[in-house]
């Protein structure tokens, strides 16, 4: 991977990977070991050593997936009319490195949803920000690649986490205290590489101040109003990963120590495909490969919903969710960032992925519903084949995505 120093200006990058990537690609990678070392665990204490219901654990879920939607906006706003995002993202992976610590003293239902809530909501403020740190340090014609980059790194630590959570549990088990204190360390690392060496770079608004008005006129612009609708529809039928990891684990019976390692088998598909995949969409478009990957995201469904199944089909299961997360996680903001005037990048990102994630809450909480009156393999068969009826619509509204281009 080669690493240029300065923001790609006028498109002779080629290749090359920002210095700037990188660096947000290393804080990504050491907060990603500190939040799925949490998550990794996190299904099976709450259902098992904190005793909540299916339908109380999707409530949860879904605070999860959907809080750091009331962020996302304002964080990518604040970025965009200071023109300074960085500052913006150092609020929020501060935010969520504290909830780390406070895990320790929550205790009962209340606790937990309000720590999971301050978490999720340093994430919703972060993650807007750092996109278009990103987007702007990055070659224009090479944005699939530079996210796919960062979300390598990114990935990376999502795979040591549950590593290091499935350890710690192997060495004294049900010590879910050491997960939260460890956890905490490595959040605090990722934090001071983040204040210490990730450069206060300046974005196109620092030249141009972006108003409120012009914001909410950017975001809800014509090129972007298709995507968005597709984000939405598709985030309402995308179920968390701790619902197929628990529908897996009751189908085979694992042992509780085991089930972190679920994550890593995904995190390792992820891991391997997400530069491949991104620099396809670069080539092939964003918008065809964003789609395509929900088409392993069926498979996934449908493997998992199979009443009996062993360590191949959770292996193949893994990699299918792997696949749909590098197919979709980087493409989406790389797909978005050239649709929104320079100036809005940052809000623009923020409501793409503000409609995910309050899509993915109230999927959560479906799903979870679901699974209380019917079970997870039903449920999991009627997410496939809603899946199966939309995928051709989205593709429809996102048909001319990739040819659309910002005029600043």
């Given at each position: 991977m080669?690493?240029?120093?300065?923001?790609?200006?006028?498109?002779?990058?080629g290749g090359?990977?920002?210095?700037?990537?990188v660096?947000l690609?290393?804080v990504s990678?050491?907060?990603?070991?500190?939040?799925?070392?949490?998550?990794s665990?996190?299904p099976?204490?709450l259902t098992?050593a904190v005793?909540?219901?299916?339908v109380?654990?999707?409530?949860?879920?879904?605070?999860?997936?959907?809080?750091?939607a009331?962020?996302?906006?304002?964080?990518?706003y604040a970025g965009d009319?200071g023109g300074?995002?960085?500052?913006?993202a150092?609020l929020?992976?501060?935010?969520?490195?504290l909830?780390r610590?406070?895990m320790?003293?929550?205790?009962?239902?209340a606790?937990?949803?309000?720590?999971v809530?301050?978490?999720r909501l340093?994430?919703?403020?972060r993650?807007?920000?750092?996109?278009?740190l990103?987007?702007?340090?990055?070659?224009?014609?090479?944005?699939g690649?530079?996210f796919g980059v960062?979300?390598t790194l990114?990935?990376?630590g999502?795979g040591?986490?549950p590593?290091v959570?499935f350890?710690?549990?192997?060495l004294?088990p049900?010590?879910y205290?050491?997960i939260w204190?460890?956890s905490?360390a490595?959040?605090?690392v990722g934090f001071?590489?983040?204040?210490?060496f990730v450069?206060?770079?300046?974005?196109?608004?620092?030249t141009?101040?972006?108003g409120l008005?012009?914001?909410?006129?950017?975001?809800g612009?014509?090129?972007l109003r298709?995507?968005l609708i597709a984000?939405?529809?598709?985030g309402?039928l995308t179920?968390?990963?701790?619902?197929l990891?628990l529908?897996?684990?009751e189908?085979d019976?694992?042992a509780?120590?085991w089930f972190?390692?679920l994550?890593v088998?995904t995190n390792i598909?992820y891991?391997?495909?997400?530069?491949?995949?991104?620099?396809l969409?670069?080539?092939?478009?964003r918008?065809r490969?964003?789609?395509a990957g929900?088409?392993?995201l069926i498979?996934?469904?449908?493997?998992?919903a199979l009443?009996s199944g062993?360590?191949g089909?959770?292996?193949?299961v893994?990699?299918?969710?792997?696949v749909?997360?590098a197919?979709t996680?980087?493409v989406?903001?790389a797909?978005?960032s050239r649709?929104?005037?320079?100036?809005a990048?940052g809000?623009?990102?923020a409501?793409?992925?503000?409609?995910v994630?309050?899509?993915?809450?109230a999927?959560?909480?479906?799903?979870?519903?679901?699974w209380?009156l019917?079970g997870?393999a039903?449920?999991l068969l009627?997410?496939?084949g809603?899946?199966?009826?939309?995928?051709?619509?989205?593709?429809w509204?996102?048909r001319?995505a990739d040819r659309a281009?910002a005029?600043?």
């Open positions: 080669t690493v240029r120093d300065r923001p790609a200006a006028g498109g002779s990058a090359r990977v920002a210095t700037t990537v660096l690609g290393v990678l050491l907060t990603d070991v500190s939040s799925e070392m949490v998550a665990v996190l099976l204490y098992m005793g909540l219901s299916p109380a654990y999707g409530f949860l879920d879904g605070m999860y997936q959907g809080v750091s009331f962020l996302r906006i304002a964080g990518g009319r300074q995002p960085k500052w913006v150092v929020g992976y501060g935010a969520s490195a909830s610590i406070a320790l003293f929550a205790t009962g239902f606790a937990i949803t309000a720590v809530t301050a978490d340093g994430k919703g403020l993650t807007a920000p750092r996109d278009a990103i987007a702007e340090a990055s070659d224009p014609k090479t944005l690649r530079a960062h979300r990114d990935t990376i999502a040591i986490g590593l959570a350890a710690l549990l192997a004294v049900g010590s205290d050491s204190v460890v905490f490595f959040a605090t001071a590489v983040l204040v210490l450069p206060n770079l300046r974005t196109a608004a620092g141009a101040r972006i008005r012009r914001a909410f006129r950017a975001v612009g014509r090129p298709r995507p984000a939405g529809l598709l309402l179920v968390g990963d701790g619902f990891y529908s897996l684990q189908r019976d694992f509780a120590v972190p390692l994550y088998g598909a891991l391997a495909l997400a530069v491949p995949l991104g620099r969409a670069d080539r092939v478009g918008a490969v964003l789609v929900h088409g392993a498979a996934c469904y449908l493997l998992a009443p062993g360590i089909l959770t292996l193949t893994l990699m299918l969710l792997g749909f997360y197919a996680d980087g989406l903001p797909l978005v649709l929104v005037p320079a100036e990048r809000s623009g990102i409501a793409a992925q503000t409609v994630a309050l899509s993915r809450f999927s959560s909480v479906t799903f979870g519903l679901l209380s019917h997870p039903w449920s009627l997410f496939a809603l899946l199966v009826v939309t995928v051709p619509g989205v593709a509204l996102l001319r281009e005029v600043a």
